[in-house]
């Protein structure tokens, strides 16, 4: 069936550093790939999207790509701040039933 | 704008015993809304799919008869988890997607459900 592979599963990065999270879809039908942030005990954030017609969307430190011949997309953080550490997941929809499809997740540590 | 609200934000409740969830949109019609499962330290599952006024559609391995919504309004779906046993404790969250922004889907704060 349809699925998204995501990685890593726990990232430990030094402040100020660079993270990358990367996911992986099947479904080529796909073309709505959100990213959430999700704190303990908290509902998922929507950070950032992209649909299927763009390849790139930046907002201040984070930023998507999203390779479509290869079905994958990513998560870049950029200057990373004590308050991005989190648990962070990617989705995959379509909009033949717009339901998301979501990674495993990545459990997002930042070291001071 | 797009605020779901969920309630109760947490209830213990016996086994045995049944527990209504409630979930909606604020300030938004919901065409469809999702309820999802989350145990500790995984990634949110989706256990079913309901629109207004029609039935819900479950995923595989998810009983309906146990987990009942019911997705009454455009702005109001339940779930009941029904004779709820101690496995049934979870995280659960509902969603709804609206009519501007197709794809999006907008979270309710979820409620910790411990069954004793």
């Known amino acids: 069936g349809e699925n998204v592979e995501q990685h890593p599963s726990t990232l430990s990065v030094q402040e100020g550093d660079s993270a990358v999270i990367k996911c992986t879809y099947s479904d080529s039908a796909s073309n709505y790939f959100p990213w959430y942030k999700q704190e303990l005990g908290k509902r998922p954030q929507l950070i950032i999207d992209i649909r299927s017609n763009v390849g790139e969307k930046k907002d201040q430190r984070i930023a998507v790509t999203l390779n479509k011949t290869a079905k994958h997309f990513s998560l870049h953080i950029t200057e990373t701040q004590p308050e991005d550490s989190a648990v962070y997941f990617c989705?995959?929809?379509?909009?033949?039933?717009?339901?998301?499809?979501w990674g495993a997740g990545t459990k997002l540590i930042i070291k001071p | 704008g797009a605020v779901v609200s969920q309630h109760p934000s947490w209830v213990i409740c016996k086994s045995g015993t049944s527990v209504k969830i409630e979930c909606r949109s604020l300030?938004?019609?919901?065409?469809?809304m999702f309820w999802y499962r989350q145990f500790p330290k995984q990634s949110l599952m989706l256990m079913a799919t309901s629109n207004e006024g029609s039935k819900a559609t479950y995923e595989q391995g998810v009983e309906k008869d146990k987990f009942l919504i019911n997705h009454a309004s455009l702005t109001l779906s339940t779930l009941t988890v029904t004779s709820a046993h101690p496995e049934d404790s979870s995280f659960y969250i509902c969603?709804?997607?609206?009519?501007?922004?197709?794809?999006?889907?907008?979270f309710g704060p979820g409620t910790r459900l411990t069954v004793t």
């Open positions: 969603s709804a997607r609206g009519q501007t922004r197709e794809n999006e889907q907008y």
């Open positions: 989705a995959a929809s379509k909009n033949s039933n717009y339901q998301l499809i």
């Open positions: 300030d938004f019609q919901a065409t469809t």
